[in-house]
């Protein structure tokens, strides 16, 4: 029986993972946002297979779908610092949402843990834009990095963009859990993580 379970886990984690990817090649700017600030659904299967088989399967999930979309599509440094940002993206706003609906097992517990991982990317990418990955890439560049530039893109790009990120993905999620939530939840008492 064990087995069966560790093979059904990988199975679902690989078809999430592939699925995620593909949603992620389908990723697309919201103007008047930066071109580098791109919207795609890849964390939705992500969320899914937490929700399923645990925390450590939605990190997988983002893990492995932003590796195959840097060794596929690469990178404009050569290096991948925006699969980090989205790694980072990716972990932050699926694992407060698995948290809290773990916690109230509702529909208001899922809108509260999606309104939570909103503000917790959010916030969490702001920080880590302004201290490492603009400085990171700036550096890379060969840009100089000017801190007054820096707090400007944060606050005028970064926040907005990821608030409206969030609430689109949000928005999506709830419409693809109002239709699986059952089968989901079904799912849920055979974790094995």
Known sequence: MKKK????????????SSLAYVLMML?????PFP???????????????????????????ELIKNILDYLITGSDTGIPVG????????ISF???????YNAIKSKKGMAIGLALSIIIMTGLLSLFNYFIMLPFYNTVMKIP???????????SAIIPFNLLKGVIISIIFALVFSKMGVWINKQIPSRNV
């Open 35 to 61: 071109s580098y600030l791109k919207v795609d659904f890849s964390d939705i299967p992500a969320l899914v297979a937490a929700l399923i088989l645990g925390p450590g399967a939605g990190i997988l999930v």
């Open 5 to 16: 379970m560790n093979v059904r886990k990988y199975v679902l984690i690989g078809m999430m």
């Open 83 to 90: 699969h980090f940002a989205n790694f980072i993206a990716g």
């Open 145 to 155: 990095t000017d801190t007054t530039l820096l707090k400007q893109t944060v606050l």
């Open 94 to 100: 699926i694992l407060p949402t698995y948290f809290m």
């Open 27 to 31: 990723k697309f700017p919201i103007p």
